[in-house]
């Protein structure tokens, strides 16, 4: 068996530095400009085959067990956790603390942590538009990374409004998948039908409002497309986009998204460089139009794409980061590395837990009143963590306020994290835009210095840049 794995191990290598080999010629030679006219055209196409086959699953799998990028498991760290929104204290080995939290707390963010919905690659589903694509295999981590944010919102809404509590209606799902049981799961009743018609939500069928076909549907003006990547800005758009449609749609009847959609920008005359601004006057104008007039304010989901530096997330973001996760209002981050996007939920001194959506499933039929489905598939009691200063610097931060008295509270949180910032805040907080270069945050005078990035960051791989004609809002920070 050891000899087999030495085989596999070394393979492995042989096969990924010729890839780099061959990657890097390609560089070299384009630079260069050597070889006939089209020969930049031609070896483009397959180099970004080969790049997309190095970003894959399977054997973005075997790059992390053998070179070590990504880790399982808590660490050894007795630091909190948090958790969107919720903290859990991890006791130090052989302690005798007294405090329930503290003893329980690791246990306690495993059974959490799995409960969360994972949302991952599929096959088998019915072709996407006009397309052949039958699978989102290689090319759909985005999508299905922002599919688990707005599930993790769907959730929020409804046990909200049921008064239940996630954890304890789905402590079934979390033991059974914690003690590696292949009994089927339970959970408690009256909640399966609607548990599961959260999970309809998100199916693989122009059936199902927020799935894979839908959302590539209405990303249409963001170059959204069937087999190619998106950034977390056209990403974030897009779910602006499906939520506008489908309340023009379904004017007179029940809408499937529950809270009004903004996505946070820079200031009103699109300029480059400063950092989003959460205008509290256009937050309340979109929730009084999500109402249709009904309410001045309405539960709202708050995105904030963000680029933090060229290469690598600059350092001095780290910390705020983190803090993040601290607000009630948390919904995590859409991020990963470079190519392989993944939904970040929570974090421990600098390392994030995050939900990979990298496996490849068969597609699940999903509906509301079939309470029999498998749906093991979409829980994982796998930790997966990753240092904060690892991942892409391109990147979206979630938040959904349920009242306005939680969106105060945001925006106070918010405000005070702007001033720890020395200067260069994640995003600021004001009152209206028409002060919002004066002010740029909620309690505060300056949003600091910023570095002007002009160009197309959001581009998908495989698409020119010349082709890129979407005027993104990211900031270089």
Known sequence: MSFFLFFDVFRYFGFSLGITFHLLALDCCESKGCGKKGFSGRSNGWTQAVKRVMNGGSMRRIQERLLGLNKTGISSSTSDIWLLGVCYKISQEGSSSSDPVSCDGEAAFIEDFSSRILLTYRKGFDAIGNSKYTSDVNWGCMLRSSQMLVAQVCVVVLFSLLHWSWKCSFVGISQWLCSRSHARPFCMQPLDKEYMEILHLFGDSEASAFSIHNLLQAGNGYDLAAGSWVGPYAMCRTWESLARCEREA???????????????????????????????????????????????????????????GLDKVNPRYIPLLGTTFTFPQSLGILGGRPGASTYIVGVQDEEAFYLDPHEVQLVVDVKGDNLETDTSSYHTNILRRVPLDSIDPSLAIGFYCKDKDDFDDFCNRASKLADLSKGAPLFTVTQARNISKASGNYEMSSDGGRIQQDGCSDVMPGNDAEDCTQEDDWQLL
């Not at 460089?273 to 139009?289: Q, T, W």
Request: net charge negative; glycine share 8%.
């Open 250 to 308: 379904m004017e007179h009847e029940h809408q499937s998204f529950p809270m009004a959609i903004y996505v946070v920008s820079g200031d009103e005359d699109g300029e480059r460089g400063g950092a989003p601004v959460v205008c509290i006057e256009d937050a309340s104008k979109l929730c009084f139009e999500f109402s249709k007039g009904q309410a001045n304010w309405t539960p709202i989901l708050l995105l904030v794409p963000l680029v933090l």
